[in-house]
């Protein structure tokens, strides 16, 4: 039998429940199959590009006044494609995996039948299926990357400032911030006609003006060998959703629990004061090879790397990779796709000045063809010019 999306009513059973989560996840270190980083462990250190990167690619995305990209874009890099959406816009254009030639617009953003409310925050882009969902306010829309056209799709479900993600062809996920305090669900889970099933919120609290919002920030989704990974602002597990439940696979083991802030929802000037001596970790990426993360720690922004193999945890100095290989700018990634690529994106002003103002005789000597390769872009490109997607594979 399906289970549907809890009510308030039964607001009891879920707190039971997700305490027994709580409690399972307290007991982590019984649990040898478990993943643990210790973040006390971390070592700080300059990591260099060409000790873990095989190969970097630029793709100049092409300009014209079809396909104008403001700041801050979101590229997800597809072995066809490359879709970009425009935040400030709010608009999704696709472009040639190789060429960065410009292909189509997707969608609209208004009120009309096969128009969309706005672009969500998540794994929104399918890469397999090659389809892009949008928040049309009660529903989401969905659209085919290769001709533009909308591929039916009716459940009522409510995204707007959560994240969504999809989980197989025909089944997504909402990941709720609990702005309210209330909110019975941390995740629900639909496919094309109903709401299917739902997982318990934990973090209650009591709603008042001086409570802060984190919005999309609250949940984690990210993406490994084709399963969706968890987690939430407060908990210190990553959980991979099996069958729709939560099964643990990481647990970042701390000084204290991150689910000692819980409490301090409702105070934003304690929380505020509490949290700068937690890691709190706002993005994850993962690879055969690494767990990659960044945090917020005392006031600080860091950037980690944990090696599988090894076991060691890597405090990456600096924040980023240093690019020893082709004279390019440094590097962190924004984003992953299923070939395990690292995809970050720079603006072409940014992109062109910041590389004319390094030395970089030490690159051109050391790998001439590709110093030549990046210098030619540099040369066809304006600074006017649409973004830069950079691509870096790992080493196996």
Known sequence: MKRRVLGSNFAVILLLLACGLMISCKEVNEHSTWNIIRMNDAVTQTLYMSDYFESVEYVPLETSAECLIGNNPVAYVLNDYIVVISLKEQMCYVFDRLTGKFIRKIGNKGIGPNDYLQTPYGLIVNEQEKTICFDKGDRIIEYSLTDGSVIPQSTPIKISSNKLVYITKDIW??????????????????????????????????????????????????????????????????????????QPEWVFEMNKSLQNLIVLRNDTDELLKEGVNYHIIDSIFETDRYLLFTSRYQRKKHSFMFDKHRKQLTDVEKRIFINDMDGGLNFWMTSTNQNQDLICVYQADFFKEEIDKMDLSEQKAKNPLAFQKLRTLLAQLDAEDNPIVVIAKLKK
Do not use: W
């Open 173 to 246: 996920a909402v990941g709720f911030a609990n702005t309210s305090g209330n909110n019975p669900n941390q995740i629900v889970f639909f496919d094309r006609k109903e709401i299917i099933d739902s997982i318990p919120n934990y973090n209650f609290f009591t709603l008042n003006n001086r409570t802060i919002y984190f919005n999309h920030d609250e949940v984690i989704f990210y993406r490994y060998n084709h399963c969706i990974n968890y987690k939430h602002l407060f908990n210190d597990t990553i959980f991979k959703i099996a069958d729709m439940k939560l």
